[in-house]
């Protein structure tokens, strides 16, 4: 059976990207961004994942105004990078996981979640920056990755709630999958920000570390916060931290926090990591005493 | 029909991108995409006004577009990730249009942010009602719900 081992969060900023394809990584603004991510490569080598679900959003590569999808789960054998102007991110072809992902499409849709399908899709800096801060500059990336596109660039995004019950789905769908698969999912984007408008540059430390504290422990007060409210508070794209909910909702209700890291400003944002490790062996041991349970109530009834 | 007030509208220096700025500004931004291949940026540096009469932009979208006044754009409907492309045909990084969306220098900007940003006191509402709160406490809705009712 597949099974969630962890979620994380991590910024998708493109300046961030710019700075490791032009070898500024070593520079102090950079270094200081980018030791905070240190840890996170030495945990993903030990949690090897089999696949990462990547939820994430496109600025303007795949989708245009043409349709704006509000979930769109990527279901090809492999998404390209995008090129958003000057070439595509020198980075490797992101390899997909058709049969997996068409399996969570099924059953999340059957579960009323009403995601697009796409089955052909370029992968802008918002999916591989994350790559990149979670797995170092590899020649391939290290596991599958099937990338979720949530629209938050068009208000309305989807609700915190509604985030946070398809993550729900999403792990339903993970846990009825027959193969073995370690599965990390990756919450993208954030923290406070805001690019546009008079009011940019935006930042709200105060609001980001007590979105942290709640990611953790009390995701559900999280999913009672309005859009306006993100958007006052947080910048106006800030809301695309609703992206994390997914990720939440795809955990344990309660989390192990094995690593945090804060710091403003990355470009024009503040950037939030977290890693949250479902509890599974505590889990896996209760649902191995229930079944012997059962079984004994089943032997004494024949 | 003018446009409808929203709760965010309250926010200050805000164009929120809502589904109906998307509509408005539709051709704004399908003009911006245009510019992510190379010879439609030629033909536009070509011929700014002609090669803009191809998108069905309204006079003051073109006129916003053609004096480069990014929050004028925002306004009439284009999006930030879009307008971002024609900053980069010109040859500008982002921290100019930063810069001169926010009335500020690109080195101001530059070092408001390394100072922590743009603090969210004072800057949370128009009306200043918007009390300081954080994610730990999400409530209110007081407001938007009595302004809706006037949209």
Avoid at chain 1, 94 to 123: R, W, Y
Wanted: proline share 6%; with cysteine; glycine share 8%.
């Amino acid at each position: 059976m597949a099974r969630i081992i962890a979620g994380v969060t991590s910024s998708h900023v493109p300046a961030i990207g710019a700075a490791i394809d032009n070898g500024k990584t070593g520079e102090p603004y950079w270094k200081r961004v980018f030791s905070g991510f240190e840890k996170a490569k030495e945990w993903m080598a030990k949690a090897r994942p089999d696949v990462c679900i990547v939820v994430y959003n496109d600025h303007a590569s795949a989708f245009s105004v043409e349709f704006i999808p509000t979930f769109a789960l990527g279901c090809a054998a492999e998404f390209p990078p995008a090129d958003e102007g000057w070439g595509p991110r020198p980075v490797p072809v992101v390899k997909g996981h058709p049969e997996f992902a068409a399996h969570i499409a099924q059953s999340v849709i059957l579960d009323e979640f009403d995601l697009t399908v796409v089955n052909k899709m370029e992968v802008d800096h918002g999916l591989t920056v994350p790559l990149n801060l979670m797995f170092g500059s590899p020649k391939e990336w290290p596991c599958r990755v099937i990338p979720l596109a949530v629209n938050v660039v068009m208000y309305p995004p989807p609700t915190g709630h509604r985030c946070f019950m398809l993550g729900r789905a999403i792990r339903k769908a993970v846990e009825s999958y027959p193969e073995d698969l370690r599965v990390v999912v990756m919450g993208t984007g954030g923290m406070s920000h805001q690019i546009s408008g008079p009011r940019a540059g935006l930042i709200n430390s105060k609001f980001d570390k007590a979105f942290l504290d709640n990611l953790t422990k009390d995701p559900k007060k999280l999913i009672r916060l309005k859009h306006v409210e993100y958007m006052r508070e947080a910048g106006a794209e800030g809301i695309e931290m609703v992206m994390w909910l997914i990720m939440r909702g795809a955990l344990d209700d309660r989390v192990d926090e094995v690593y945090r890291f804060y710091t403003v400003p990355a470009s024009n944002t503040a950037v939030g990591h977290i890693i949250l490790e479902n509890r599974q062996k505590k889990a896996a041991s209760r649902l191995k005493r229930a079944a012997a349970r059962a079984n004994v109530a089943v032997r004494r009834s024949k | 029909m003018p446009r409808r007030e929203q709760a965010y509208d309250d926010i200050p220096g805000t164009f929120v991108f809502d589904a109906e700025r998307s509509r408005q500004g539709y051709g704004i931004n399908m003009f911006c995409m245009s510019l992510m291949k190379e010879e439609n940026r030629k033909a536009f540096k070509a011929n700014e006004a002609e090669y803009l009469k191809k998108f069905n932009l309204t006079p003051e979208q073109t006129d916003a577009i053609l004096k480069r006044d990014y929050n004028r754009m925002l306004e009439l409907g284009g999006n930030i990730y879009f307008t971002a492309k024609l900053g980069a045909t010109d040859g500008h990084s982002f921290q100019h249009l930063a810069a001169l969306m926010t009335g500020s220098t690109q080195e101001g900007y530059a070092k408001m942010m390394l100072a922590g940003g743009r603090p969210i006191e004072g800057n949370r509402s128009k009306s200043g009602l918007g009390k300081p709160r954080t994610a730990a406490k999400p409530k209110s809705k007081v407001r938007s719900k009595s302004r809706s009712k006037r949209g």
